[in-house]
């Protein structure tokens, strides 16, 4: 089984890779292998569907350039092939004096990113458009959207398809043999020899990468995010997305409102140490996940500087109360019967050796291999873009 491309990682980000190669480069020979028995399983699948606007990301960044480019290229996506979406704008809410400085610069990172319609807005301003929420000032962000990545995804894998690219599921990949000029790469009961691999296996992207650079100098440390749905008699408490400041020194959004496509509003995510890559449950514990973090010496340095916040996080996972709590400081209507348990998602964060945690989506390659190491969120926004920033690098060895 010969093939000029080889991706690995059936989530959004591989097959926009391989649906934007296809387009770039039609006459290649491209396969994608996905471990699992369908397309979208794990971060895609678990994802809440935020279409995100790139106000978070520093000008310059490849977060801030991939988020904004792949946004637009989303919603021409979506149009085209009839995905359902929704532009319903959210608002960031300081809820504390000390929190106006961090909002400016949000602020200011959205202009810098090209945002020009956004706007800064009062504490009876955000009453106009969030009546129940508590704020003394915020940014209205008409830019953000809520759309289903999994059915864009099922989508992705029609296209691939029709451009006679091949899509093989229950492929989990156990080795890759390099030789000159060429690939071999093993799965549990198959070969495939390709000029180029492809790694976008997500939560695994530093496993996969460690089969060809044995030195690689980040690991994934998966962190799960853990939501609640607001009951149906209580959804009209949120109209949009409501956000609070983020804290500029931790890669997460801090808990959230969330208004879902299917009409439901989630909210959370809390940000937990997860002791499984693809551990959904709080009991979810693998051994080698859970030892291979502890082993990793940035990973230490991380819990060292992190640990009073990570308490807190573990305390909101096992404490409805104080999940409850950390969502009234937006909303102070809601109660603990408000709130039903809902689906947990683990996100892939890379860290490096030092303790740093990478805000940035990485790319490690050479000749032979293209390693996507890290792309959290926004890749879902972003991944059309990501897709052909990946495609562009593959092209250009053909």
Not at 10 to 34: F, R
Not at 170 to 185: D, F, L, P, R
């Amino acid at each position: 089984m010969k093939y000029d491309c080889l991706i690995i990682g059936g989530g959004i980000v591989g097959l926009s890779t391989a649906y934007k190669l296809l387009e770039e480069k039609p006459n290649l020979k491209v396969v994608l292998l996905e471990k699992e028995s369908q397309l979208a399983k794990h971060q895609t699948g678990n994802n809440s569907g935020v279409i995100h606007s790139g106000i978070y990301y520093k000008p310059g960044s490849l977060k801030a350039k991939n988020c904004i480019d792949g946004y637009n290229m989303l919603l021409d996506f979506a149009q085209k092939h009839d995905i359902k979406y929704e532009l319903c704008g959210k608002v960031i809410v300081a809820t504390l004096k000390e929190e106006i400085p961090l909002l400016n610069n949000v602020f200011q990172r959205g202009i810098e990113n090209g945002l020009t319609k956004i706007k800064k807005i009062s504490a009876a301003q955000i009453k106009e458009i969030e009546p129940h929420v508590s704020g003394i000032e915020g940014i209205q962000v008409p830019y953000t959207g809520i759309i289903d990545y999994k059915q864009m995804s099922i989508k992705l894998g029609e296209l691939i398809q029709n451009l006679h690219g091949e899509i093989f599921l229950s492929q989990k990949v156990t080795g890759i043999i390099e030789k000159e000029g060429y690939s071999i790469v093993k799965t549990e009961d198959k070969e495939f020899e390709t000029k180029l691999v492809i790694n976008c296996a997500g939560l695994f992207s530093d496993k996969i990468a460690a089969l060809t650079f044995p030195d690689v100098d980040v690991r994934i440390i998966p962190f799960r995010g853990e939501y609640y749905e607001l009951k149906p008699e209580k959804r009209y408490l949120v109209k949009t997305l409501i956000y609070p400041v983020p804290d500029p020194n931790f890669p997460f959004l801090g808990v959230h409102f969330t208004k879902m496509i299917n009409g439901g509003v989630e909210a959370g995510p809390n940000a937990v140490f997860a002791f499984k890559r693809e551990g959904y449950n709080k009991t979810s514990f693998d051994a080698n996940d859970f030892f291979g973090a502890l082993a990793w010496p940035g990973f230490r340095k991380v819990a060292m500087k992190y640990w009073k916040t990570g308490m807190g996080e573990f305390y909101r996972s096992f404490s409805k109360n104080a999940f409850t709590k950390a969502l009234q400081q937006l909303v102070p209507e809601i109660q603990k019967d408000d709130l039903v348990s809902a689906n947990a998602g683990v996100r892939a964060q890379a860290c490096d050796r030092t303790g740093g945690l990478i805000d940035d989506f990485m790319f490690l390659e050479k000749k032979q291999i293209i390693n996507v190491l890290n792309a959290p969120s926004p890749a879902a926004t972003s991944s059309l873009s990501i897709g052909k920033t990946v495609a562009q690098m593959a092209a250009s060895r053909f």
